[in-house]
Structure formats: structure tokens, C-alpha cells
């Protein structure tokens, strides 16, 4: 396949030859060739890598469903409360949601997901194995990682970690856990819990944290000794922990060091927290650096809406970021630098303006989309969008092929 007349990254007009999976050649646009059969007309649309969300609950959404109220009340354990009560009370079955909802997402052009997927002695491996489904069901569209998550904690209810080894046995790929200072109270055995799974079934792991300040830089430092304890250098991923900034400037140059030293990956859904540690920071210095939705209109939050170009959008104003480099970063974050968290293959960014998998070799997972610049493209997050994965088109005008 030929892809005529894109601009990769913004820049001047090419013809991209395809060769299977993966890009072959660019070569100037030729605009006296027609278009043959079989190729693609880009029609000068902007070609960026295709959109990689590494924190989202795929398991948790109502995408597709009537808007209700919000009714949740504040902090991890009740929010989950919330969630237990009314995710089974859905017009259609659990797994048609999950499969709508990334259906909607590789549609917008995300082709690389990892999802996290609740495990827990109430719904068991009910969500999992709906994650499981919709990952089968997209299986020639999109690469889908699974992370077992005890949303519920670890310790506070018996059997848990019985059910966390099920789903790890039939194939997760990542093992999770979540703030162990404020949730399960007993960080040390928690953690030990957590990279024991991990360990045993040759797993990565990420880190769910929302703990504040010293609380979160407390639990990081458990997390730190168990990566150089167990030689898990670039397998352990920080999600959230936008509480790191908030102890001091040395403390938060020390964890960026650190971070990069291990090649501890971090993952932000982009919150407007004041005290997370600065991206730009972390990327200078190396820091694998993703993005992801969270939650999609669930029962958490009435956010969400299956586009990361929303998300790379919030990205940037949280960031308050107004110079085109930046905002191009942040395009960057959100498609290869969340996919060299999911392939360790895939080279961390190397600063604020690096603008990587275009090249020839480069994987064939593409997205065009209509904009004058790829800052504007991440203002206006237009709809005239053609998706490829591995080569072949699997979405265009936002709908699937």
C-alpha cells in the first residue's frame, strides 16, 4: 500500500509505501501520480503515530449507555462502593460496554491500550474476562494489554489475592496495586504481594497511586527498593502519583533521577494537579512518560469520551502549555511515548522534541487526521481521521472498517 500526499508530524507533503506491518520508504509527494488501486489518498492530512492509552478502565464503562447522575461519594473505597453496587445493573451485558467502548476508541485512533481490569472477590473474573473478550474481539485492530487491578485492595478482603493469581494464570500481563499506605494500610505486605505475583509470573507491574505528599513519596520509595531488590528495572510503571512534586524540589529531582536510572515508566491521565512532577522535567531526563483516559463516563466520573486527542488536548492545558513544541510533546506522550511503555522495544522519547515512529522500519500503526499543524490538530481534534494498525485501514470518519 502507498499513503499519498501526508505530512508526517506536521512537515512537508510525502508518499509513504507500506510493505506489511511496517513503513518501507517516504519519498517527496509526487502530486502528478494518480491514485492507484489499493492505495490511500491522504489528501495533505497530517500523519502522526497512532494513539497509545495506558491507563484506562475499560471494565468500568458506560459508554453507549443512558447519562445518569454522578452519585458516587469521595475517596477510592467509596467510589468503588458506588461501582460494585450499579455496574451490573446495565441495559445490555457487561461485555457488549466494554467491547462498544474500545471499539469507539481504536475508531478515534488509538490502536495500543492497556486496560486495567478490576478483580475482586465480588465480580471475580467477571470484568476480566469481559476485557479478555473485547481484547479477542480487536485482536486484528489494536494491541490490548490487561492489568489485574485490586480496586478493592489487597488485604481487606479475604480471597483476594486467590481470584488477583486466577486472572494472572490465564494470561494478564500486568499485575497491579494501589495506594498501599491509604487503601490496604500495610504497604510492606502489600507490595510484597503485589511484586511476589509479578515475579512468579513473569509480569510487570503498575503502581495505582493517589496518595498525597510525603505519603506518596513514602510508598514510591518501597516501590523503588523492590525494582533494585528484584532487578525489575523497565517493568514497574507509576500511574497517577501527581502527588510527588509536593514534598520539595530535591525530593522531586531525586525520584526523576531515579526514575530514569530504573527506567521507571509513569502514566498520567492529565489531571490539574499542582504538585505532580514536571513533565517536561521527566522528559529531558528520559522518563517514559504515557497518557491515558481513566475512566470513560463510568460510574467514578461522568468524563471521558474514547478520544486520547481529547485527552492530549487537557494534557497540554494542565500543563499550561501554549508554544507549539510543547503542545507537539504532549501529541508525542500520547502515541510513542505511551508505546514504549507497552514494548520496551520502542525507544523512550529522548526530549520536548523528539517526534519518533515515522521512519522507515517503523511500525505501520498510523493515524491521518485533518489540521494545518499538529498544534492545531490537538486544538480543533478534527474528525477526518483514517486509522491503520499494522498496515491495514481499520477505522476512517471515526467509524470502524
Known amino acids: 500500500m502507498r499513503i499519498r500526499n501526508v505530512r508526517p508530524w506536521g512537515g512537508d507533503a510525502v508518499d509513504v509505501l507500506i510493505d506489511g506491518a511496517k513503513i518501507a520508504a517516504l519519498s517527496p509527494h509526487d502530486p502528478t501520480l494518480p491514485v492507484a488501486p489499493g492505495n490511500l489518498d491522504g489528501r495533505g492530512r497530517i500523519l502522526i503515530p497512532s494513539l497509545s ?50 471499539g469507539r476508541m481504536i475508531a478515534r485512533g488509538t490502536t495500543r491500550v492497556r486496560s486495567y481490569a478490576q478483580v475482586d472477590v465480588d465480580c471475580k473474573l467477571e470484568k476480566y474476562d469481559s476485557v ?10 489494536a494491541d490490548v494489554q490487561i492489568m489485574v487491578f485490586p480496586q478493592a485492595g489487597i ?9 488477583l493469581e486466577a486472572a494472572l494464570r490465564q494470561g494478564a500481563d500486568v499485575m497491579g496495586g494501589i495506594d498501599p499506605c491509604m ?18 509470573y513473569q509480569v510487570e507491574v503498575d503502581i495505582h497511586l493517589h496518595e498525597p505528599g510525603d505519603l506518596a513519596v513514602f510508598s514510591t520509595d518501597l516501590v523503588l527498593e523492590r525494582i533494585r531488590a528484584l532487578g525489575m528495572q523497565g517493568r514497574v510503571t507509576m500511574s497517577h502519583a501527581y502527588e510527588l512534586g ?6 522531586s529531582r531525586r525520584l526523576i533521577d531515579e526514575f530514569a536510572e530504573l ?3 509513569m502514566a498520567t491521565i492529565a489531571p490539574p494537579a499542582p504538585n505532580q512532577l514536571a513533565l517536561t522535567e521527566l522528559s529531558a531526563a528520559g522518563v517514559r512518560v504515557g497518557l491515558g483516559e481513566d475512566g470513560q463516563r463510568d460510574y467514578w466520573s461522568p468524563y471521558g469520551d474514547c ?3 481529547s485527552r492530549t488536548w487537557q494534557l497540554a492545558f494542565t500543563n499550561r502549555f501554549r508554544e507549539d513544541r510543547l503542545i507537539e510533546h504532549c501529541l508525542a506522550v500520547a502515541t510513542m511515548g505511551g508505546a514504549s511503555i507497552m514494548d520496551h522495544d520502542v525507544p523512550r522519547l529522548s526530549g520536548v522534541t523528539d517526534r519518533p515512529g515515522l521512519a522507515v522500519g517503523d ?14 490538530t490537538v486544538m480543533d481534534r478534527g474528525t477526518d481521521r483514517t486509522v491503520l494498525h499494522d498496515g491495514r485501514v481499520v477505522a476512517t470518519g471515526l467509524r470502524l472498517v
Open 53 to 102: 492509552d495506558v491507563h484506562v478502565h475499560l471494565d468500568s464503562s458506560r459508554i453507549g449507555q443512558p447519562f445518569r447522575p454522578h452519585t458516587g461519594a469521595p475517596g477510592v473505597w467509596a467510589m468503588m462502593l458506588n461501582d460494585r453496587e450499579n455496574w451490573r445493573n446495565t441495559e445490555v451485558p457487561h461485555a457488549e460496554i466494554v467491547a462498544e467502548t474500545l
Open 132 to 141: 479478555v473478550a473485547a481484547k479477542e474481539r480487536f485482536r486484528d485492530s
Open 155 to 163: 488485604l481487606r478482603e479475604a480471597g483476594t489475592v486467590d481470584v
Open 183 to 200: 487503601l490496604d494500610r500495610d504497604p510492606v505486605k502489600h507490595l510484597d504481594i503485589v511484586f511476589g505475583l509479578a515475579e512468579k
Open 246 to 251: 509536593a514534598v520539595s524540589d530535591a525530593t
Open 263 to 265: 527506567d521507571v515508566a
Open 307 to 309: 478520544d486520547l486527542l
Open 363 to 376: 511500525r505501520a500503526s498510523l493515524v491521518l487526521v485533518d489540521g494545518e499543524t499538529v498544534a492545531s
